[in-house]
Each structure stands twice: as structure tokens, then as C-alpha cells.
């Protein structure tokens, strides 16, 4: 299994970053596809999930200024971040989003032990 990030960054204050995941070496679509983030000294948080029928969820933080995408025939999720803020900053991580706790997975919090993950791009927002 792999999942390897793409896209992360130095982008000042308002501007746009796009991250790319590809996954390999499992059943791409049988998964809810995720992106979480760690600030250094924080625990992970979930950014955005997307179901393999392409419904969409964000962390209020993101609302209407990141967009998570997927492609089911290439094996591929994306995030799109504008108006991005400082408080962005972080390691972003594309992640399958944990079975076990079915459609409310994003109501608990991440953990590497659970799940496929990659191995994380960093995104630092910065003038």
C-alpha cells in the first residue's frame, strides 16, 4: 500500500496550494479518502473526507475555501486551498478515513495506527 503526497509548500496569505495524493496496492474506491494535518506540538486533525460517490465533508475551519476532489479511475484525491491563512500551516496527510467507525469517522480524532496513510508534505503560509 502506498499513498504519496504531492503539491505542499511555501504560499503567502491568500494565495492557493493544491495537494495530490495517489494511492496504489488497494481497492481505491471501497474507501472514504481523507486529508489530515498536524501543527508541530498538536494533535492531527481532519482537514476533508471524500466518499467514493464524491460526497464531500470539511472541517468548519475550511468551509468554502478548501475543496477536496477525487479521480476513481487514477487512483487519486486532491485538495485545493485558497485564501489560505497562516494558521494553515502544517504537515498535511492524505489518508484512507478508519472503517471501523463508519460514516462518523471524522468525528474522532486521527490516528496513524488506523488506516493507510502517506507520509506527509508540509504547507507553511507565511508573508
Known amino acids: 500500500v502506498q499513498l504519496v503526497e504531492s503539491g505542499g509548500g511555501l504560499a503567502q496569505p491568500g494565495g492557493s496550494l ?74 498535511y496527510y492524505c489518508a484512507t478515513a478508519p472503517l471501523r467507525y463508519g460514516s462518523d469517522w471524522y468525528t474522532r480524532l486521527p490516528s496513524m495506527d488506523i488506516g493507510f496513510w502517506g507520509q506527509g508534505t508540509q504547507v507553511t503560509v507565511s508573508s
Open 18 to 91: 493544491r495537494l495530490s495524493c495517489a494511492a496504489s496496492g488497494f481497492t481505491f474506491t471501497s474507501y472514504t479518502m481523507a486529508w489530515a494535518r498536524q501543527v508541530p506540538g498538536k494533535g492531527l486533525e481532519w482537514v476533508s473526507g471524500i466518499r467514493s460517490d464524491h460526497r464531500t465533508i470539511y472541517t468548519d475551519s475550511v468551509k468554502g475555501r478548501f475543496t477536496i476532489s477525487r479521480d476513481n479511475a487514477k487512483n487519486t484525491v486532491d485538495l485545493q486551498m485558497g485564501s489560505l491563512k497562516v494558521e494553515d500551516t502544517a504537515v
